[in-house]
């Protein structure tokens, strides 16, 4: 049986928990979830260098489980070291050697033995390996960030001047937007801002009038970069770098899925009711205020049928709803 070797305090979804890790595998326990994954099912781990505290497991069926540290600074480096150590191990299984040919007369001895090649589906082209080599990527820019983000934002933040005294909520303002393989970067005279990809939800890359890239944050916020001084082949590596780093939200499917059975039985108990089940708490208010609307009418024809196909389009979209949730689709 595997021994324990590591053991950390953790939240999950705001709820506090345990992480254990075993030699094969590892343990997430929380009063929600009690799941075992094994090394051999998991892609890659990501600890932030920002803060040492948001940890990422992504397993191959593209799912991404995010977890906090919640022990001190620098407690969970070897354990990271002996999760990275195991899953590199077990890539293995994901290369093959190219074996010597049988014939004597081709030309052996121009065939190396211990070359490796990797498995089809998983080359990436030279150019677009070289980018992400690259890094760091340091560019003159502009940057448009909300100044209570960045209070928001504070074990990510160092305020270099007093912000009180800068009248716009908006501060913009020129300095140097760096890539780096763990995290992007905002450091101008004002603030230096260090983001993990973790945090970054998508990015929005326009070069209509001028070029500008969007960066949106999973908290809901974001804030603009203007490149100074860039050509669009430069602009296109950016959008290829970010996109490489940053994972989307949706096309993961979530630990915890929802029942197509809960949504109808809320729906029967109030006409809307499932749509606060999947968190769509304004579509439940439009379709309660448009079906008490047409209750107080129903003497009237139209507003009867009107009220009768809401409640029926309302059900259906809820189970719809709960299916794309589940299966990690925008909904």
């Excluded at 800068?166 to 450091?187: A, L, R």
């Excluded at 602009?235 to 770098?241: S, V």
């Amino acid at each position: 049986m595997d021994n324990l070797k590591y053991t950390h305090k953790i939240k999950k979804d705001n709820i506090i928990g345990k992480l254990e890790i075993y030699n094969d595998f590892l343990k997430i326990n929380t009063s929600q979830t009690n799941r075992k994954i094994e090394y051999n099912f998991i892609k890659s781990v990501f600890l932030s260098e920002i803060n040492k505290k948001d940890f990422e497991i992504e397993l191959k069926n593209n799912e991404i489980i995010h977890l906090v540290i919640l022990d001190s600074i620098n407690t969970f480096d070897e354990t990271y070291v002996f999760l990275k150590e195991n899953i590199a191990y077990d890539k293995k299984e994901n290369f093959k050697t190219i074996e010597l040919p049988e014939n004597p007369q081709n030309s052996v001895n121009n065939i190396n033995p211990n070359i490796v090649e990797k498995i089809p589906g998983d080359i990436e082209t030279q150019n677009q390996s070289n980018e992400i080599d690259n890094l760091p990527l340091i560019i003159n820019a502009s940057s448009t960030i909300n100044k209570n983000l960045l209070y928001t934002l504070s074990n990510e933040t160092f305020i270099k001047q007093e912000l009180n005294s800068v009248n716009n909520i908006n501060i913009t303002t020129d300095g140097e937007f760096g890539i780096y393989k763990e995290y992007i970067s905002i450091n101008n005279f004002y603030f230096e801002l260090n983001l993990p990809y973790s945090m970054l939800k998508s990015i929005d890359v326009k070069n209509i009038m001028g070029k500008l890239i969007i960066i949106n944050l999973k908290n809901g916020s974001h804030f603009f970069i203007n490149p100074k001084n860039i050509d669009n082949n430069q602009l296109n590596k950016i959008e290829y770098i970010l996109n490489h780093y940053i994972t989307p939200m949706y096309n993961q499917v979530p630990m915890n899925k929802k029942s197509v059975l809960v949504a109808i039985i809320l729906h029967l108990l109030l006409v809307g009711l499932g749509y606060t089940y999947l968190n769509k708490w304004g579509k439940f208010l439009i379709v309660l205020i448009v079906e008490i609307f047409c209750a107080l009418t129903s003497w009237l024809v139209i507003p009867a049928i009107i009220g009768l196909i809401l409640w029926l389009y309302a059900l259906i979209d809820c189970i719809t709803m709960v299916g794309k949730y589940n299966n990690g689709e925008q909904y």
